[in-house]
């Protein structure tokens, strides 16, 4: 028996409203949150501590991404390259809105 290639899913559509709502707020969060403590505490305290929290935040959420690709992403698939809304959808679509 020849041995067939793995079967790729493709990155999940995501239905309803609120579900929609969530995957844009993870989104958000992922991407905006670095900027926005690092801008914050820039501006309050001091450039290169408010640099320093940008970078540690950068950090923390290329981690929470990381956690997201792998309990969302087939196996098989979790080495093909994904963008940060696509890692998104897959989490939404696989672990709370299951439709």
Do not use: D
């Not at 929609?20 to 670095?34: A, D, E, F, R, W």
């Not at 950068?58 to 981690?63: F, K, Q």
Request: proline share 5%; glycine share 8%; net charge positive.
């Amino acid at each position: 028996m020849e041995h067939l290639p793995p079967r790729i899913e493709l990155v999940p559509k995501i239905h309803g409203f609120w579900c929609k709502v969530l995957q844009v707020t993870l989104y958000g969060l992922l991407t905006l949150t670095p900027f926005g403590v690092g801008a914050w505490v820039g501006y309050a305290y001091n450039l290169w501590i408010g640099i320093a929290f940008f970078l540690f935040f950068t950090l923390v959420s290329g981690v929470v991404s990381s956690k997201m690709r792998i309990a969302s992403i087939p196996f098989e698939q979790q080495e093909m390259n994904y963008s940060t809304m696509a890692i998104v959808k897959w989490y939404v679509a696989k672990n709370i809105c299951l439709h």
